[in-house]
């Protein structure tokens, strides 16, 4: 149904900011709440933050609070992760989600998945 192509990642030192990129396929993007998703090497996926399909609504990890911002362009078939003071501890692959139901901080419960894109932080 929804397609996800993440774009954006790269090498970047602490302290440095990197914007991520998620294009969606379809004409029906904007019935979608959107998420990003991060998974380290030999970590669990974990939780970034998430947007809902209705403006302004956003959820965020305790651990990106205050550094990340995620924002959606449905014009565009698109959602953003702006990346602003970027911690060591920021490095993993970044994934791009969408589900027809209200945001959810469990990656199980998250329908479609991009492939990743990586993020590596060096200080």
């Known amino acids: 149904q929804v397609q996800l192509i993440e774009s954006g990642g790269g090498l970047a030192q602490a302290g440095d900011s990197l914007r991520l990129s998620c294009v969606a396929s379809?004409?029906?993007?904007?019935?979608?709440?959107m998420a990003w998703f991060r998974q380290a090497r030999g970590k669990e996926r974990e939780f970034v933050a998430a947007i809902t399909w209705t403006s302004g609504g956003t959820f965020y990890a305790d651990s990106v609070k205050g550094r990340f911002t995620i924002s959606r362009d449905n014009s565009k078939n698109t959602v953003y992760l702006q990346m602003n003071s970027l911690k060591f501890e920021d490095t993993a692959v970044y994934y791009c989600?969408?589900?027809?139901?209200?945001?959810?901080?469990?990656?199980?419960?998250?329908?479609?998945w991009g492939q990743g894109t990586q993020v590596t932080v060096y200080s």
């Open positions: 989600a969408a589900d027809r139901t209200w945001p959810k901080m469990t990656a199980t419960e998250w329908q479609f």
């Open positions: 379809g004409r029906t993007f904007s019935d979608y709440s």
